[in-house]
């Protein structure tokens, strides 16, 4: 009964959400300007989300999470552009090529800890960038002209598919198999997990998001580069995680709002920016290395019940 | 002959990736934590020496001693700010400081004195060109390497002949029995930082020297570059991050000679994926099994 209800509110909200957002571009209160930064901000939520799937709950420190949103962004670009397909068919096969590409890196990489996971991943993300630089197909580093069809609407069904799949996978038998391996993956091998299973498959997940995330990108700016896919980019996606909290969905989601909107008033700045993410990088990790809000869910705050959702 | 020209091409990029790869391996192997912030180090140490060559009018040898000082002074004050108070944290946060300490230092740079690349004198180092065999070879790229190999000299001597250097491979082997047998363990990892960024900052002032341009974000790509060489030799082991440094410049320079030059960043991340996935020790490094 509780988790019924539970849903239908997270329904309700986003309905409303959505409402409030549609109304003020609708009737112009907000300019071109600001809506675009609404479309912007959900992509990172997605991209948040995705990631917190793999360094969150799944503990696997990936870096090269751009390069998965490169993947997504190209191959929709192509179904729209080169094969003129419709721009829902183009986002959903962005998302499952980015998740297989998410397979193709995972299966051997997955097998590495900690670190040399970390480089591993970063290693791919660069790979996968520098082959699109290398594709005269898709423009080469010139880049490739999209056109311009992400809009509120889209883009806000793919966040409330988004934060839906992956916070019912959390609470599901296989994110609680996740969350253990996480804790101490040598422990969940000896309790009968298939760990290499689920880390592949929380890998290929959050790829597959990414992907999407990929899709509302490229068709949200009228270019796209191999530049934009740089892993200064994943470091970017990686913030939002870290500094929401390790483990915790709306934290990365709370930090992927505030840091989109501080970006989008620095732009101007680029330099400032950058050093003011590094030094909230370097603080965080200092002083409350468990980032915002820990594991804990902003749910938390309002239940009495601990709930495990992030696993405490 | 084209062939050995871009051999000795390849030896020369190579000696530079290795001396950054010292780096990363000393610090590796002392507190297990890769130090992202050391490609900016390398790049610190380049404007350092173009700034003591332009600006002071030094020589090649005194702004490379110069910049060498200069950054394992930085690498010190990194360590003791960033990483001291993170000996105990999860390996994550740890490397996510790392990642923030690099990101604050190009940043930082490129606030201080704006993004434009500059360019080094080309007559610091004399520049006669020989014949060796059908090959022209440059009279700087056998300077290059000529320090390369001596500093690395210096260094086996460091670490293998002195006090400093037994403590070194004391607290690498095993942290808390040095520090149960009197080792300050601090303060021999703050010396580790210092003579890391030191081989980085004179990497720095020779790449500037053997290719002229530099700019705030230099340091990123050989960087990452010197940690694949580093895990290539297997790392922690110094010898191994000489060796890794040398075998990726030559395939480097290969790959760029067979027509692929667009390809050779991807070349070096290759090596490390099939490295991390056949041998994920190194070329020098022993197995060891993991205990629970």
């Known amino acids: 009964m509780k988790k019924i209800n539970k849903f239908w509110l997270f329904l309700i909200l986003a309905v409303v959400i959505y409402g409030i957002g549609q109304a003020l571009i609708q009737t112009g209160i907000l300019n071109a300007f600001y809506s675009n930064m609404l479309i912007l901000m959900i992509i990172n939520i997605i991209l948040a989300v995705s990631l917190h799937l793999v360094i969150g709950i799944t503990g696997q420190f990936s870096i090269g999470h751009a390069g998965f949103l490169a993947v997504g962004a190209y191959v929709s670009a192509i179904i729209t552009m080169k094969f003129e397909l419709p721009f829902v068919l183009a986002i959903i096969i962005g998302g499952i090529v980015a998740a297989l590409a998410g397979l193709l890196v995972g299966i051997p990489t997955l097998r590495l800890r900690g670190d040399y996971l970390a480089i591993a991943t970063l290693g791919f993300g660069e790979i996968i960038r520098i082959v699109f630089l290398n594709i005269e197909y898709v423009g080469g580093a010139a880049g490739m002209m999209v056109s311009n069809i992400s809009t509120w609407t889209s883009a806000f069904v793919c966040l409330v598919i988004t934060i839906l799949v992956i916070s019912n996978f959390t609470n599901s038998r296989h994110g609680r198999a996740c969350i253990a391996i996480r804790e101490n993956e040598i422990a969940a091998d000896a309790m009968g997990i298939n760990t290499t299973f689920y880390k592949v498959a929380a890998f290929a997940i959050g790829s597959f998001f990414a992907g999407i995330a990929g899709g509302l990108f490229s068709h949200n700016f009228y270019i796209i580069q191999p530049t934009n896919f740089g892993f200064l980019k994943s470091f970017d996606i990686l913030i939002f995680v870290v500094l929401g909290g390790l483990g915790s969905l709306s934290g990365s989601v709370i930090a992927a709002i505030l840091l989109t909107v501080i970006s989008t008033y620095l732009q101007q700045y680029p330099e400032t920016r950058m050093i003011i993410y590094s030094l909230v990088l370097v603080v965080v990790m200092l002083y409350r290395p468990q980032g915002l809000m820990g594991t804990r869910e902003i749910t938390d705050f309002f239940g009495k019940k601990k709930s495990a959702k992030g696993g405490n | ?292």
């Open chain 2, 1 to 292: 002959m084209e062939w050995l020209q871009q051999l000795i091409n390849g030896i020369s990029l190579g000696s530079i990736y290795a001396l950054i790869a010292l780096g990363y391996t000393m610090v590796y192997g002392i507190i297990k934590l890769i130090n992202f912030a050391h490609g900016d180090v390398f790049m610190v140490g380049a404007f350092v020496g173009f700034y003591a060559i332009k600006g002071w009018g030094l020589g090649f040898f005194p702004a490379l001693l110069f910049s060498m000082a200069f950054c394992a002074v930085f690498g010190v004050l990194i360590e003791r700010i960033a990483y001291k108070r993170l000996r105990n944290a999860t390996r994550i946060a740890a490397l996510i400081t790392a990642i923030g300490m690099s990101l604050l230092i190009e940043y930082g740079v490129i606030y201080a004195r704006g993004a434009q690349p500059e360019a080094y004198p080309d007559n610091v180092l004399p520049s006669t060109s020989f014949n060796l065999f059908g090959a022209q070879i440059s009279s700087q790229s056998l300077f290059i390497l000529g320090v390369s190999v001596g500093l690395m000299i210096i260094l086996q001597f460091i670490v293998h002949r002195t006090k400093i250097g037994k403590a070194m491979r004391a607290v690498s082997h095993d942290m808390d029995a040095a520090r149960l047998m009197g080792i300050n363990v601090d303060r021999t990892i703050s010396y580790t930082f210092a003579i890391g960024s030191a081989l980085a900052g004179a990497a720095g002032v020779i790449f500037g020297v053997y290719y002229t341009k530099i700019e705030p974000l230099m340091g990123i790509i050989p960087g990452l570059k010197a940690f694949v060489a580093a895990v290539l030799g297997g790392i922690g082991i110094i010898p191994g991050a000489m060796v890794g440094g040398l075998i990726l410049g030559v395939v480097e320079s290969i790959v760029s000679a067979l027509g692929f030059s667009l390809w050779r960043d991807a070349a070096a991340f290759i090596i490390l994926i099939l490295i991390l996935i056949f041998r994920p020790s190194g070329i020098f490094g022993k197995n060891t099994r993991e205990k629970v």
